[in-house]
């Protein structure tokens, strides 16, 4: 039994979802917006990129024409116009939300259909009981910010303050999410992780999807960054989702990434931690190594999210695309015969849109392998039909939830 191996490279939306302006979003379009600002020369960014966005092999397998497929026009900038090699189809979600664990669970079978819970666009935002709470119980003298935030902004506004106060930096966004940031040295590594673990407990029954510890170093606001150690403490999918399936079944899960803090470590069988889409690169070739028949590879890109939409940093991104698409061959020849590879994503974040949070969009899926059908596979009304069309392939079984994007003899 060969591999299966699922890539997200998390926001790279392809626009064109039906339900957009359900959520402010529509005309958003991560990719599109992306080539056509380097098309125009609004890009070039010095030492970093120039010019048209160059993503060769991802237009091979077929991402201009998932994008073409999703909006009915082909991105200005994306000219590939062949017949691909892969298999390739665009995907809407159904899940009630546009965040990380909606779009990953609905991936690996099981969408959300609940709503989560979320916090006011107030100041303060948070509940003055479970602010309590956590002072309280944390054994803090306060905390700072306390309002929608972005990440890096508040790290910036707040750092100085909570070096000398010793009062933790939390924050949300329009996700289901509550952010803690602290300084590794002045606050803590450890106590960081305990106080959003405590954090975990006060919010579960505010249906919040995930606490983030967001670590960061250095000693001036204008040297703050943030480390390698966040950690994402999350509720668990409601149902079975592929990777239970498949850990129940006597396989391999390769969770590499942030895939693990994700579905809460449940279906996890070998935990892979990188930090930037460089060391992604090496640990899931590692992982592809060191996968027997059978296993799933799991990774998830996040830098396209976390340092380029959400900073709304158009250069960036191109450039963050066009590494990946030069790195793509070593993930495709690291395949074996039989193995089945996905490229996809989880949601948008359009870099151009407004506000810094992500968008709703439609999801390119790209299939390489030796069963898989050349051509357009359809446009997917689910992003469940991925964790089917892999369920079909390891020969588990596929749940409630999704169809295979295609039909292989004897399985």
């Known amino acids: ?74 991105p200005e900038g994306l000219n590939f116009a062949g017949q691909a090699a892969a298999g390739w189809a665009c995907a809407a979600e159904i899940s009630s939300g546009k965040d990380t664990p909606s779009g990953h669970w609905e991936i690996t079978g099981v969408p959300v259909e609940f709503e989560w819970g979320k916090f006011p666009q107030t100041v303060p935002t948070f509940p003055t009981e479970l602010t309590d709470t956590m002072v309280d119980r944390g054994d803090l003298p306060g905390i700072l910010a306390n309002r929608h935030a972005s990440g890096t902004d508040v790290i910036h506004e707040y750092g100085i303050e909570h070096i000398t106060s010793g009062k933790p930096i939390v924050y949300t966004s329009a996700d289901s999410v509550v952010q803690i940031a602290a300084h590794e040295e002045f606050f803590g590594l450890d106590k960081l992780y305990r106080l959003c673990a405590l954090t975990r407990e006060l919010v579960d029954p505010l249906n919040i999807g995930r606490v983030i510890a967001r ?81 799933l590879v799991f990774a998830n890109f996040v830098d396209f999210d976390q340092l380029y939409g959400h900073r709304r940093d158009v250069p960036g991104y191109a450039a963050c695309l066009e590494h990946f698409d030069r790195r793509l061959p070593e993930l495709i020849d690291k395949m074996r015969p039989g193995d089945l590879m996905i490229l996809t994503a989880d949601h948008g974040n359009d870099p151009t849109w407004r506000g810094t949070d992500h968008t ?32 079909q392939h390891l020969g588990v079984d596929n749940g409630p939830h999704g169809t295979p994007m295609f039909t292989v003899s004897g399985k």
């Open 1 to 74: 039994m060969a591999r299966a191996v699922l890539i997200v490279l998390d926001s790279v939306g392809i626009g064109g979802a039906p339900d957009a302006e359900k959520f402010g979003d529509e005309g958003s379009n991560t990719l599109g917006h992306i080539a056509e600002a380097c098309a125009r020369g609004e890009a070039d960014q010095k030492d970093l990129r120039a010019g048209p966005l160059i993503i060769p092999n991802l237009e091979r397998l077929g991402l201009g024409l998932a994008a073409e497929a999703a909006c009915g026009h082909r």
């Open 215 to 295: 670590p960061f170093v250095g000693k001036t606001a204008d040297s703050f960054e943030r480390t390698g150690n966040r950690r994402d403490y999350s509720v668990p999918p409601p149902e079975l989702t592929l990777l239970d399936r498949v850990e129940d079944n006597d396989q391999a899960v390769f969770a590499v990434g942030k895939i693990a803090d994700i579905f809460a470590h449940r279906g996890v069988t070998d935990i892979r931690k990188a930090n930037g889409n460089e060391a992604m690169f090496e640990a899931t070739l590692q992982a592809m190594t060191d996968a027997a028949d059978g296993d």
């Open 360 to 391: 709703r969009e439609q999801v390119p899926i790209l299939l390489i392998g030796d069963d898989v059908p050349v051509g357009f596979l359809g446009a997917r009304n689910t992003f469940a039909d991925i964790g089917a069309t892999i369920s």
